[in-house]
């Protein structure tokens, strides 16, 4: 998007020139425009019979006046005959020259049509500049990537539409979208559907149909920013309207912006929202401007983790989960194995062929898609030799999750994968501790086998011994037994026998080691459901003095959902 309008400022010149120029090209094709033809004539000469004499051609004054640039085609005297005359075309008019003592017989100047006619075809073709030829060569090119981007663009905005369950003025927490190209309609969508999922009466709007009702408690404000700091159209009368709207009650929000650092005025628009709302008594700030760079889900997700929190509603904060399902390949997978569903907590684990070659690494996401349902669903995932294999929770009328339940072994499936490169095992021996709950495992048994050499502990977190937990506990005393695994802890949360119930009092137990490997470069990696990951984080900021050291050196690694 950026480049195609960076692209299209700069060679909007030349482009403006090829489409007149061939414009007019094609209507003089079409006799338009018809070209004149111009018929010199020679006037009857005086002396037939003298001889006339050869002066020397590099005397003649009408060929000194003439410029080489200005010729375009000189037709030689076939003989030495006096009716013979060199026949000159220049740009603007034509020449007949004795060929004796080069006076010029006659002459006629072109009409503007043939004029038009030679510059459009030179300015067309580049044929008379290099320089010119190259500018064009350059803007043709940009005019195929137009063709490729503007469609991208329009597939773009056609993806995004908006989808409401409740009109405005039922909804408590009212979304507001400023968007040009439909990419911040996803991001706001994806929160919506959220907020849905959890019972909460929302409704998303262009920011142009800004209306407070008597149930709006929350704005959440998403805007992007268009043209140099300015409103996406369907944004640009929200400050007026913003002006003009009071209230009796205090309303809270928060502002999301979109944009680029490629422009000066990076979330100009959002910035400007930003202003004018604070001047408002009834306007509440939940949370500072948060601003995304080139829809960076990572970006998006700091503000979505830091919303969750404050609304006390846990939302998904796995970047994966705000990406654009795009055009994901498909490949298809065999079902090699499907374990019974415990009683319990409803886990099973999957493991699939894939029909070919597919890349992927533990920690990599599976996307299928239901019939009948445009949400994908994602899992996460572990490789297992050359299978992909994940541990599902079977949900009652979950589409999803029933779907994979109902497989039978050697049946076939379709479905992507979407990597997840944060949340890889590091190349390098870097001592790791993977704290998961739940089908959270499935990535970690995965991660256990492509090990080489680094030290590992997992620290894991289910409800019951059922089946399947006996199944993972012998791969984990496997992988121990065969130095992928330095140690492993588990904790049940309904076994009377055992003391520590949760994965985060197994942590919590553990914090002198656990704060000893991040102090010398190690990664903790946690994967399961947001709660535990709230649980586990909570435990270290509490216990590790270099808390925020680890998560800006990017120690602390999560997919949780
Ligand atoms: C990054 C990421 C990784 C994930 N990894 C895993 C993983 O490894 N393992 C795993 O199991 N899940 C994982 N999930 C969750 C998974 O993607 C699905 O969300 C989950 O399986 C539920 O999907 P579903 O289609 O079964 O349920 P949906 O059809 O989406 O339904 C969602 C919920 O609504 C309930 N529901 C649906 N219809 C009704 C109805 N009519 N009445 C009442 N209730 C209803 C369902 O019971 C379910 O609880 C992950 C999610 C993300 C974002
Ligand atoms: C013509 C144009 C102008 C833009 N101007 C700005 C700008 O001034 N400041 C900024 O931060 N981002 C700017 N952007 C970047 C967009 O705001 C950013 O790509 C945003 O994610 C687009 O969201 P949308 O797809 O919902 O319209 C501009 C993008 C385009 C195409």
Same mark, same amino acid.
């Given at each position: 998007?950026?480049?195609?309008?960076?692209?299209?400022?700069?060679?909007?010149?030349?482009?403006?020139?090829?489409?007149?120029?061939?414009?007019?090209?094609?209507?003089?094709?079409?006799?338009?425009?018809?070209?004149?033809?111009?018929?010199?004539?020679?006037?009857?000469?005086?002396?037939?019979?003298?001889?006339?004499?050869?002066?020397?051609?590099?005397?003649?004054?009408?060929?000194?006046?003439?410029?080489?640039?200005?010729?375009?085609?000189?037709?030689?005297?076939?003989?030495?005959?006096?009716?013979?005359?060199?026949?000159?075309?220049?740009?603007?008019?034509?020449?007949?020259?004795?060929?004796?003592?080069?006076?010029?017989?006659?002459?006629?100047?072109?009409?503007?049509?043939?004029?038009?006619?030679?510059?459009?075809?030179?300015?067309?073709?580049?044929?008379?500049?290099?320089?010119?030829?190259?500018?064009?060569?350059?803007?043709?090119?940009?005019?195929?990537?137009?063709?490729?981007?503007?469609?991208?663009?329009?597939?773009?905005?056609?993806?995004?539409?908006?989808?409401?369950?409740?009109?405005?003025?039922?909804?408590?927490?009212?979304?507001?979208?400023?968007?040009?190209?439909?990419?911040?309609?996803?991001?706001?969508?994806?929160?919506?559907?959220?907020?849905?999922?959890?019972?909460?009466?929302?409704?998303?709007?262009?920011?142009?149909?800004?209306?407070?009702?008597?149930?709006?408690?929350?704005?959440?404000?998403?805007?992007?920013?268009?043209?140099?700091?300015?409103?996406?159209?369907?944004?640009?009368?929200?400050?007026?309207?913003?002006?003009?709207?009071?209230?009796?009650?205090?309303?809270?929000?928060?502002?999301?912006?979109?944009?680029?650092?490629?422009?000066?005025?990076?979330?100009?628009?959002?910035?400007?929202?930003?202003?004018?709302?604070?001047?408002?008594?009834?306007?509440?700030?939940?949370?500072?401007?948060?601003?995304?760079?080139?829809?960076?889900?990572?970006?998006?997700?700091?503000?979505?983790?830091?919303?969750?929190?404050?609304?006390?509603?846990?939302?998904?904060?796995?970047?994966?989960?705000?990406?654009?399902?795009?055009?994901?390949?498909?490949?298809?997978?065999?079902?090699?194995?499907?374990?019974?569903?415990?009683?319990?907590?409803?886990?099973?684990?999957?493991?699939?062929?894939?029909?070919?070659?597919?890349?992927?690494?533990?920690?990599?996401?599976?996307?299928?898609?239901?019939?009948?349902?445009?949400?994908?669903?994602?899992?996460?995932?572990?490789?297992?030799?050359?299978?992909?294999?994940?541990?599902?929770?079977?949900?009652?009328?979950?589409?999803?999750?029933?779907?994979?339940?109902?497989?039978?072994?050697?049946?076939?499936?379709?479905?992507?994968?979407?990597?997840?490169?944060?949340?890889?095992?590091?190349?390098?021996?870097?001592?790791?501790?993977?704290?998961?709950?739940?089908?959270?495992?499935?990535?970690?048994?995965?991660?256990?086998?492509?090990?080489? &050499? !680094?030290? #590992? %502990?997992?620290?894991?977190?289910?409800?019951?011994? @059922?089946?399947?937990?006996?199944? +993972?506990? *012998?791969? $984990?005393?496997?992988?121990?037994?065969?130095?992928?695994?330095?140690?492993?802890?588990?904790?049940?949360?309904? &076994? !009377?026998? #055992? %003391?520590?119930?949760?994965?985060?009092?197994?942590? @919590?137990?553990?914090?002198?080691? +656990?704060? *000893?490997? $991040?102090?010398?470069?190690?990664?903790?990696?946690?994967?399961?459901?947001?709660?535990?990951?709230?649980?586990?984080?909570?435990?270290?900021?509490?216990?590790?003095?270099?808390?925020?050291?680890?998560?800006?050196?990017?120690? +602390?690694?999560?997919?949780?959902?």
């Amino acid at each position: 998007q950026y480049y195609h309008v960076f692209l299209g400022r700069l060679s909007l010149v030349p482009i403006l020139i090829i489409s007149l120029t061939g414009t007019y090209l094609s209507l003089v094709k079409f006799n338009i425009f018809p070209e004149k033809k111009i018929e010199l004539k020679a006037p009857a000469r005086a002396n037939q019979e003298e001889e006339p004499e050869q002066k020397q051609v590099a005397t003649f004054a009408s060929f000194k006046t003439i410029k080489l640039k200005d010729i375009r085609s000189v037709d030689f005297p076939f003989a030495d005959d006096p009716d013979e005359y060199y026949k000159i075309k220049l740009t603007d008019r034509e020449l007949m020259v004795n060929q004796f003592d080069g006076t010029i017989v006659a002459s006629a100047q072109y009409p503007m049509v043939n004029i038009l006619n030679t510059l459009s075809l030179n300015l067309h073709t580049g044929k008379t500049s290099t320089i010119w030829a190259i500018v064009l060569t350059l803007a043709t090119i940009n005019i195929l990537f137009f063709i490729y981007s503007g469609f991208v663009i329009t597939l773009r905005r056609r993806r995004n539409k908006i989808k409401n369950k409740y009109n405005i003025t039922e909804a408590e927490y009212l979304l507001l979208v400023a968007s040009e190209n439909g990419s911040t309609i996803h991001f706001a969508n994806h929160i919506l559907t959220q907020l849905l999922s959890h019972g909460e009466k929302a409704h998303l709007a262009e920011l142009n149909d800004f209306q407070l009702s008597e149930n709006t408690q929350q704005l959440l404000i998403f805007a992007s920013t268009f043209g140099l700091g300015d409103a996406p159209t369907n944004g640009n009368n929200f400050l007026n309207k913003l002006e003009e709207t009071d209230s009796h009650r205090a309303i809270e929000y928060t502002i999301i912006g979109f944009g680029s650092t490629n422009y000066p005025d990076f979330c100009g628009y959002a910035k400007r929202i930003e202003e004018e709302i604070k001047t408002k008594e009834w306007a509440t700030p939940l949370l500072p401007l948060y601003k995304v760079n080139d829809r960076s889900l990572t970006d998006f997700v700091e503000w979505v983790k830091a919303y969750s929190d404050i609304i006390h509603l846990p939302l998904i904060t796995s970047p994966n989960y705000y990406a654009e399902i795009n055009q994901r390949k498909l490949y298809s997978f065999t079902v090699a194995d499907i374990s019974a569903t415990n009683e319990g907590d409803k886990n099973f684990m999957l493991t699939l062929t894939p029909s070919g070659n597919v890349d992927f690494s533990s920690g990599d996401l599976l996307a299928i898609y239901p019939e009948n349902n445009e949400k994908e669903r994602l899992y996460s995932i572990g490789k297992s030799g050359k299978n992909v294999r994940l541990v599902v929770k079977l949900h009652e009328q979950g589409l999803g999750s029933s779907y994979l339940n109902n497989l039978k072994k050697g049946d076939t499936i379709k479905a992507a994968i979407q990597s997840n490169n944060g949340f890889h095992l590091d190349k390098k021996q870097t001592p790791t501790i993977l704290v998961s709950n739940g089908t959270g495992i499935a990535p970690f048994l995965g991660m256990l086998e492509e090990n080489k &050499d !680094a030290p #590992i %502990s997992v620290y894991a977190g289910f409800r019951n011994k @059922e089946p399947l937990q006996l199944t +993972i506990e *012998q791969q $984990l005393a496997a992988a121990k037994n065969n130095g992928k695994l330095k140690d492993y802890t588990i904790a049940y949360s309904r &076994d !009377a026998d #055992i %003391s520590h119930k949760y994965v985060y009092e197994l942590v @919590e137990k553990d914090i002198v080691k +656990i704060t *000893q490997i $991040l102090d010398n470069g190690g990664v903790l990696m946690i994967c399961g459901a947001i709660a535990m990951h709230k649980e586990v984080v909570g435990k270290l900021q509490q216990n590790c003095p270099n808390f925020e050291l680890y998560q800006s050196n990017n120690q +602390i690694r999560s997919d949780c959902y």
